[in-house]
């Protein structure tokens, strides 16, 4: 257990992956804590591969065991394939069997960041593995936070008893930081007995499908009115492009004076010209919520020029939606 999400991994995976003779494979858009949290592995060698591209990874880890280490070409002691379960500026769900695949083909590790998929995916809520119906025992580390699903702070590592308790030992995240206070650690507790059932009723249930349901209905409305959507179905992370970093900023401060918070995502989290919007979607939505945030999203993104595919619905449509909106906000703004 660890008191910050950030520092689960970055302070974990120099303990798990440091020392000679280690090769770390990430996906090129990992998170930063994994980036931070393997550049500070000391004397192994990073790689990449192409973002969620299982061939590419097999060519790499085949080539890297081909060619051995940098200078003796001796064989490598450990290989780590690191992956997220949701992509968290992508929304997109990792192809974790092919994954598993390779990782025994080639006899690697593999870690895997559940942030964004743990609570929120699967037919249970336990993640990536619930959703690919894959047993947890074929992934070495889980890794995730509370402070997504769980609504509070810190994050986990899980794997096996003697990992486990060479980290407790070893991870200075661990043991130089503050531990998680009473009531976040109670926060997360309760909120994992109602996802699992425990608490005695259906509302854990309930609440996946309700976000599962809200996630798949925002996601297909803006695919709809034509915008350029990242991200799988069932993903509660929605990512807009919008490719215009004043544009986005405009964007955010127009739709929270309408009531709707969005987060406008850019440099240096993205490159500068994949600017985005990433919404993150809620059990608690309610679908005249989302109805009315589709509208506004509509309204003001397409004054904005941020239509970028070809509307599945016709134009006459499209534009009855924007003429019956505006009149909708007028009358709001002259009750105001």
Known sequence: MFGMGFATNSTTLPIICGGKGTLIVSDTLNHNSLVTGSRGADHAIVRTFK????????????NSIVEGQPRTHRPWKKIF?????????????????????IKKKYKAYLYVDEAHSIGALGEHGRGVCDYWGIPSSEVDI??????KAFGSVGGYIAGSKPL????????????????????CAQQALSAL????????????????????D?????RNSLRLLGFHVFGHK??????????????????SRT??????AIVAVGFPVTPLVLTRIRFCLSSAHTREQLEFAVKTIHYYAGMFGFQFARPLLDRETCRALKAAHKEQLSKEVYQA
């Open 51 to 62: 973002h969620n591209d299982v061939e590419d990874l097999e060519r790499v880890i085949r």
């Open 81 to 101: 394939v690191i992956v997220e379960g949701i992509y968290s500026m992508e929304g997109e769900i990792c192809k974790l069997p092919q994954i598993v695949a």
């Open 142 to 147: 889980l890794m995730g936070t509370f402070t």
């Open 164 to 183: 486990i308790s060479y980290l407790r030992s070893r991870v200075y995240g661990s043991i130089y930081a503050t531990s998680m206070s009473p009531p």
């Open 193 to 212: 007995k109602i996802i699992m059932g425990e608490d005695g009723t259906d509302e854990g249930q309930r609440r996946l499908q309700r976000l599962h």
């Open 214 to 218: 809200n996630s798949n209905f925002f």
């Open 234 to 251: 069932d993903s509660p992370v929605v990512p807009m492009m919008t490719f215009s970093a004043t544009g986005v900023v405009c964007m």
């Open 255 to 260: 739709l929270l004076q309408r009531g709707i």
